[in-house]
């Protein structure tokens, strides 16, 4: 009980979600995604803040078997996941 009449409720340790601190595990890096082609139009200043070029993105879309940039609705680029197409 607060001394302003409100009730405060603390979890039991065992009731608790151990942190991966807690389990003395290695932190994980967060990985935000580049959006680098919206609405079938290439991000070019996303695309080279992320270090990559035209070519590179070319290449990545015919490996995944697009052939027109034009086709594709939104694609993000993320180090740890590589490139992610949605809606061609």
Do not use: C, H
């Not at 979890?11 to 151990?18: E, L, Q, V, Y």
């Not at 601190?21 to 991000?43: A, H, M």
């Not at 940039?69 to 992610?84: M, Q, S, T």
């Amino acid at each position: 009980m607060e001394m302003d009449g409100s009730l405060s409720v603390l979890k039991n340790a065992p009731d608790a979600a151990p942190s991966r601190k807690d389990l003395n595990l290695p932190d994980i890096p967060v990985y935000l995604p580049t959006t680098v082609i919206s609405d079938g139009q290439v991000l070019l200043d996303n695309l080279q803040q992320s270090g990559l070029n035209l070519q590179w993105l070319e290449s990545q879309l015919k490996v995944q078997g697009v052939t027109e940039i034009k086709d594709v609705f939104y694609a993000e680029w993320r180090p740890d996941k590589g490139l992610i197409i949605s809606g061609q």
